[in-house]
């Protein structure tokens, strides 16, 4: 039911749907924080999949508290995809009963501050999220913002209004932890600055055992000599992308740094450094997640990544994780 222009629901429009399993009403105008939206998804007792993003009006005062919808009669979500606010209220909201949420993703975030309490409420199963075009100035970035989610496996943060040193502080609660991906792309503040990585910037990063290894974008400009040789598990690593930044990786002293670093990084499948040194308004980025499907792996590294599918228009439509196209 996306793209409708919807603005109100009955109470009762869903009441003979309770073996329906996904639905999705993004980009509308429905008041998700209304009572009469809790009442409407009641019935939808076997609710796998809830997709509510892009229902936030412009006229909405976002800045007070809000609460979300009531989640506990759908204890079978796994996905749930959504905005979130200035100052959300999760604790109203019976998550900590849903447990078998696995994956969340606040398409467009409007927080301010990320406080270690901001999403205590959420449950622990939790092992995906994604925070998309967060549009407000993330003054305050506390270090345990991410702690209530122990399992957490993928990280993605895709067009956020935060310092890169701030975003790579979220990974403290996973020092020593095995995670899939950390995903950050143009990750900056509201006014762009270049970025000169150092080893305490990267300190939290440099202990996560990581397959996927993303800052695409992040005005990134140099690192600190041995920075590199610093990480703890290079052997973990299988797909790097730092696309889209403007410095050399083996310029100088930095190179032979980078022999002994890949010489460690004995599992590395993927390695992108394309769109640097100069300002591209289009980059185009591969998939990993098809990186990943061996039998693809010789159509990828003889065609630069330009994977399309036979069945979908996927190709052409924005991807939460990274866009189809060509290496560059």
Same mark, same amino acid.
């Given at each position: ?21 996904? *639905?999705?009403?993004?980009? #509308? ?67 900590? #009963? ?33 925070? +998309? ?37 979220? *990974? ?32 939290? *990063? ?47 002293? +930095? ?74």
């Amino acid at each position: 039911m996306d793209f409708n222009n919807i603005d109100t629901i009955d109470g009762y429009a869903f009441q003979s749907f309770k073996r329906l399993r996904w *639905l999705s009403m993004r980009q #509308n105008h429905i008041n998700i924080f209304s009572k009469i939206f809790d009442i409407a998804l009641k019935s939808l007792l076997g609710l796998q999949h809830l997709d509510i993003r892009y229902n936030i009006d412009k006229t909405m005062d976002i800045s007070k508290p809000m609460v979300y919808p009531y989640f506990e009669n759908h204890p079978l979500i796994t996905d749930l995809y959504m905005d979130i606010v200035e100052n959300p209220v999760f604790k109203l909201s019976g998550f900590k #009963n849903i447990l078998e949420l696995n994956t969340i993703k606040f398409a467009r975030c409007f927080l301010k501050q990320m406080f270690n309490d901001t999403l205590v409420d959420l449950p622990s199963t939790i092992t995906a999220i994604y925070f +998309h075009e967060c549009v407000g100035k993330l003054s305050i970035v506390e270090a345990d913002f991410l702690k209530p989610f122990p399992l957490l496996q993928i990280l993605n943060m895709d067009r956020v209004a935060i310092h890169l040193g701030d975003a790579l502080k979220l *990974l403290y609660p996973f020092t020593h932890a095995r995670m899939t991906s950390i995903i950050f792309k143009q990750i900056s503040p509201l006014v762009p600055k270049p970025v000169f990585i150092t080893r305490v910037m990267i300190q939290y *990063l440099m202990h996560v055992c990581v397959k996927t290894l993303v800052l695409a974008e992040c005005e990134i400009v140099g690192y600190e000599k041995r920075s590199l040789l610093a990480f703890k598990f290079p052997e973990c690593l299988e797909n790097v992308v730092f696309s889209g930044n403007r410095f050399s990786l083996a310029l100088g002293a +930095h190179l032979r740094e980078l022999i002994v670093f890949m010489r460690k990084a004995i599992n590395v499948k993927f390695f992108d450094l394309s769109y640097n040194a100069i300002n591209f308004n289009n980059i185009k980025y591969c998939n990993l997640d098809v990186l990943d499907n061996p039998s693809y792996a010789k159509e990828i590294y003889s065609k630069g990544c330009q994977i399309k599918s036979s069945t979908t228009n996927e190709n052409e439509a924005y991807s939460p994780i990274l866009e189809k196209g060509s290496n560059g």
